[in-house]
């Protein structure tokens, strides 16, 4: 098996994943990606706009849509900040944080079925690949984003 081939399977495991995601939340118009800011959200509890999206590596206006959808879906709601009233918090409503709930256990559930009949010790050699790779990859973009300066 050649590295075009892993990284083809890769691709496939990522995009079925991705799938099985959406279709789960199909129900509640909610997109794959908006999941990862409302798990932000429950872990770290009341953020503003620019601390989200630079937490989930996106952009502030990419943040404001998924605000917005996520405020009309009853989600999410915005409050001022006590100390600075300028300052605008985003927190999860109750139910959505019974959303980050369902997102956790669904997660779990499907990492129970991605990595079903692996060994111990398969899933530690996997997970010292995966290091390796990200190395990899880290090393290449910050060495491309010092040329590109």
Known sequence: MDCVELERHD?????????????????????????????????QGRLNQTDCARKLGVSSASIGM?????EKAGLI????????LRVTKIELTARGKQMADDAKMAGEDLLRIK???????????????QKKILKNMKTYYENREGEQQ
């Open 11 to 43: 691709m496939l495991i990522h995009k079925l994943q991705f799938k099985c995601t959406f279709r789960h939340f199909a129900d509640v118009d909610l997109h794959p990606g908006q999941l990862h800011f409302l798990m932000l959200l429950h872990e």
């Open 66 to 70: 998924s605000v917005r959808r996520l």
């Open 77 to 84: 709601k915005k409050s001022a900040d006590k100390n600075d």
């Open 115 to 129: 990595y079903a009949g692996f060994s111990e010790t398969e899933i530690e050699q996997l997970s010292v690949y």
